[in-house]
C-alpha cells in the first residue's frame, strides 16, 4: 500500500495533548448495557499519564483492548482501569483530575477493587502490534491482567468463535448487518483551524453501525470495516481504541473486534477494528485466561 494512504490512517487512543480533551459518534446513547466495558489511562515508567483508551472485561482479572494501547515498545508501562460509566465525568481541565472517580490518576477511596482496579508493570501485553506499514494485520489487539478483580462487575464480554464473521464477506444485504460499539472517546472533533473545542463526555457510550467491508485491502480477514453515518447509527474516534465491537445490535455481548483506526483524523464514521475471531488470535488470547 502506498506510505501516502497509509499516512492517513489514524489509530484511536488519546494521546496526552496538554489542554485537549482527546467517545463515540454520531447518534450515540449512554451504555448502560455492558458494565465490564472500563476507561483505561497508561502510564510511562516515570508515571505520567501518557495516553488512554478503552476495554473490556473478559474474565475477573483479564482485560482485551487494543495492541496500539498496550504498546509497551511504545512507553506502556503500567495501567489503570475504571468501570463506572460516567468514570471521567467530572474531569477538571484546571486541575486534570476527576474528584470523584479519581481519573486519570488513582482510584478514589473506596473504589480499588470494587470499581476501579490496576495494573502492574509486566502485566501489559501486546499480539506483537506493528502499526500502519503492516496494514491489514496490524496484530492490533491487546491484554491486562489486573491486579485486582473489580467485584462489582460480575459480567464479561464474550469472545466469538473462530472465524464467526467469515461467512460476512459474501454475503447479500450484509448492510443491513448491525455491530454495536463502546467505549469513552471523542463525541465530536472539529477541524484544527475551527477554533472550535473538541467533545468529550468521559463517559460509557455506544452506538450501532452497519458492515462495509472484510475483504478489501485494508481488511483482507484482518479487520472488520464499518460506519455509522445514517439515523439512529454513530462510530468511534479518539478513546473508544481497544473498546469491543459486538456483533449485533445494543444488548450483544459478543465481541468480535475491538477498535483500532480510521481513515482521517476528524472522525467522521468510517471505522475499522481488528477482529478477535482469527483462530490465532482467539488462541493468544485464550492463552491468559487458563
Wanted: charged content about 15%; aromatic content about 10%.
Amino acid at each position: 500500500m502506498a506510505r501516502s494512504k497509509l499516512a492517513s490512517l489514524v489509530f484511536a487512543s488519546l494521546i496526552s495533548v496538554a489542554g485537549q480533551a482527546f467517545a463515540i459518534t454520531g447518534d450515540w446513547i449512554p451504555d448502560n448495557e455492558h458494565p465490564y466495558v472500563g476507561l483505561i489511562a497508561f502510564y510511562g515508567s516515570d508515571g505520567e499519564f501518557i495516553w488512554r483508551c478503552s476495554g473490556s472485561l473478559i474474565s475477573p482479572t483479564v482485560v482485551l483492548t487494543a495492541g496500539h494501547c498496550a504498546d509497551t515498545v511504545g512507553g506502556a508501562t503500567t495501567a489503570r482501569i475504571w468501570f463506572q460509566q460516567d468514570a471521567g465525568a467530572n474531569y477538571d481541565p484546571a486541575t486534570q483530575h476527576d474528584p470523584v472517580t479519581g481519573y486519570p490518576d488513582d482510584c478514589a477511596t473506596g473504589t480499588l477493587g470494587l470499581l476501579c482496579a490496576e495494573v502492574s508493570a509486566g502485566h501489559i501485553y501486546n499480539f506483537g502490534f506493528t502499526g500502519a506499514l503492516t496494514v491489514p494485520n496490524t496484530h492490533d489487539v491487546g491484554i491486562l491482567i489486573l491486579d485486582q478483580s473489580p467485584s462489582a462487575v460480575t459480567e464479561y464480554g464474550q469472545l466469538p468463535q473462530a472465524g464467526q464473521l467469515d461467512a460476512l464477506a459474501t454475503a447479500r444485504g450484509r448492510q443491513s448487518v448491525l455491530f454495536t460499539e463502546s467505549g469513552y472517546g471523542l463525541t465530536y472533533k472539529p477541524q484544527a483551524h475551527s477554533g472550535k473545542p473538541a467533545t468529550s463526555f468521559r463517559v460509557r457510550l455506544m452506538a450501532e453501525s452497519t458492515l462495509v467491508n472484510l475483504s478489501s485491502g485494508l481488511n483482507d480477514g484482518f479487520n472488520l470495516q464499518t460506519q455509522g453515518n445514517g439515523t439512529g447509527l454513530g462510530g468511534t474516534c479518539n478513546g473508544d481504541s481497544g473498546g469491543p465491537v459486538f456483533l449485533g445490535p445494543y444488548a450483544s455481548d459478543l465481541i468480535v473486534g475491538v477498535t483500532s483506526f480510521g481513515l482521517n483524523e476528524l472522525c467522521r464514521g468510517t471505522d475499522f477494528a481488528f477482529r478477535v475471531d482469527r483462530q490465532e488470535v482467539l488462541d493468544w488470547i485464550n492463552g491468559f485466561l487458563q
